[in-house]
């Protein structure tokens, strides 16, 4: 059974930066897909960037130049580099993971096509 713990939410000011992790286990070898999610306060949750295991990436236009997904495969590790923070950012971040993804497939952002969740670790911008 596959667990992800996220990390690294904080409060920052307007600007700043976060790095998110989400550590993965019990994942067996194969093609994966793996994202982030993010649910605001009163708000949808929402695709924020993907990640498959050949390095695709896909990104939401409201993060796109700001934010960078990466994989450490040796650690298990997916991260969320955000940078440049809004107060819009503000929200529940979430880890999620496929690991039945085919290879080859372009990364998705929507919710449904992701099997495993994380318990979010939130992130607060201040302006």
């Known amino acids: 059974q596959v667990q992800l713990v996220e990390s690294g939410g904080d409060s920052v000011q307007a600007g700043g930066s976060l790095r998110l992790s989400c550590a993965a286990s019990g994942y067996t070898s194969g093609s994966y897909l793996m994202g982030w999610f993010r649910q605001g306060p009163g708000k949808e949750r929402e695709g924020v960037a993907s990640i498959n295991s050949d390095g695709w990436t896909n990104y939401a236009e409201s993060v796109k130049g700001r934010f960078t997904i990466s994989r450490d495969n040796a650690k298990n590790t997916l991260y969320l580099q955000m940078s440049s923070l809004i107060p819009e950012d503000t929200a529940m971040y979430y880890c999620?993971?496929?690991?039945?993804?085919?290879?080859?497939?372009?990364?998705?952002?929507?919710?449904?096509?992701?099997?495993?969740w994380g318990q979010g670790t939130q992130v607060t911008v201040s302006s």
């Open positions: 999620a993971s496929n690991r039945a993804w085919s290879a080859g497939r372009v990364p998705s952002l929507s919710q449904w096509a992701f099997l495993d």
